[in-house]
């Protein structure tokens, strides 16, 4: 079933946050920009994906429309596995991680939603899997750097159902005014790599006593697996993964004895195929999987489905904010601190053409095969 087109389009959806909008890279960070991936094949069957991007969307969105869609266009929609030999091999010389590697995730899910819909199946139940019903998420909380706003924000978000939280801080007294405003939550935090390993054990020791659920990428950088195993024993859970280069990068951190929870991406590991191996290997290895998933498209949808078939409690990452409007609403958003899934084949639903028109950031790309 030939690939005859593959377009890339980006929305940007305003948001709220409960707080001040940060900046990154010198650009206010108050639009969720989402790179969709759209891949049309011989039968007039569209699938869709999600490709990781955040402020370096232009970087991955290029990646797609110079390299990776001349490449796809022609080939065999349902030849998946086959796919995904060929297309990272051919350019792993421009990286094992990044654009291409995120590019490429964003048409391999693209690829999964094609094969359920063709197949008439769910993407959970092509993964051999079974609808669970509601799954817990967690409000993944963003970065205040004051307690107060932590604080308001977790009582909020307690408020509105969700019974496990995680902060995006780097102090004490953030994760100690969390568990103030919500207790009996659990509290996670996220560091974003904040300290080398030196830091990272005085900070851990400082953490002990705080009952974390997790301390997440703790070291900087986060391909230390030395550094990052020299805190297990400390004893907060260690977790990590978001950054890791695919299956082997996960291995080599589970060789380290550096993680107790491992974090895959599906839009920043390669894709459906790749997350799949990954989890299948923590699991052999006795290790938790917790997916990262802080996006709303289609790589949050794939990563409730693939959390559905694969792990026995799945927990689901939701960033904590308001959007104006997504056009994969409501599957996006929790009730209650619950997510659901979509009851439609391959993800299980498409986006809303008319959110697609009124919060395009531009035209599409596309490119088409020419016999």
Not at 284 to 306: D, K, R, W
Not at 342 to 347: N, R, S, V
């Amino acid at each position: 079933m030939q690939i005859t087109a593959i377009e890339t389009a980006v929305v940007s959806l305003p948001f709220t946050m409960g707080g001040p909008h940060s900046s990154f890279a010198g650009q206010v960070w108050d639009h969720l920009d989402i790179l969709l991936v759209r891949v049309e094949t011989e039968d007039g069957l569209v699938g869709w994906g999600e490709a990781f991007g955040h402020v370096a969307i232009p970087a991955t969105r290029a990646a797609i429309d110079t390299v990776l869609a001349p490449l796809l266009l022609g080939r065999d929609a349902t030849d998946i596995e086959g796919l995904w030999r060929k297309i990272p091999h051919a350019v792993h010389l421009l990286g094992r991680n990044g654009p291409f590697v995120y590019g490429f995730s964003g048409i391999e899910i693209a690829l999964w939603d094609l094969a359920g819909k063709r197949a008439g199946q769910p993407l959970y139940r092509l993964l051999g899997g079974r609808d669970p019903g509601p799954m817990p998420a967690y409000a993944s909380l963003l970065n205040y750097g004051d307690p107060a706003l932590v604080a308001r924000n977790c009582a909020e978000a307690a408020a509105r159902g969700y019974r496990s939280l995680k902060l995006h801080e780097t102090t004490v007294e953030a994760v100690q005014a969390a568990a103030r405003a919500a207790p009996g939550a659990e509290i996670m935090l996220d560091v974003n790599c904040a300290w080398s390993p030196v830091e990272a054990r005085a900070m851990a020791r400082a953490l002990a006593g705080e009952g974390l659920r997790w301390l997440e990428e703790p070291v900087w950088p986060p391909e230390d697996t030395t550094g990052l195993a020299s805190l297990r024993a400390i004893g907060i859970p260690l977790s990590a993964g978001e950054n890791v280069a695919g299956l082997h990068g996960f291995r080599r951190l589970i060789e380290a004895g550096a993680i107790d929870i491992a974090q895959p991406s599906v839009t920043k590991i390669g894709g459906v195929s790749e997350m799949v191996r990954t989890i299948h290997l923590c699991q052999a290895a006795g290790i938790e999987v917790a997916p990262h998933s802080p996006y709303f498209g289609p790589g949050l949808i794939a990563t409730m489905h693939i959390a559905a078939a694969l792990l026995e409690k799945p927990l689901i990452e939701l960033l904590w904010l308001d959007m104006e409007a997504n056009p994969f609403d409501p599957w996006v958003r929790a009730e209650g601190g619950m997510v659901r899934l979509p009851p439609g084949a391959g993800l299980g639903c498409d986006p809303a053409p008319e959110i697609l028109a009124r919060y395009g950031r531009g035209a599409p790309n596309r490119q088409e095969f020419k016999a």
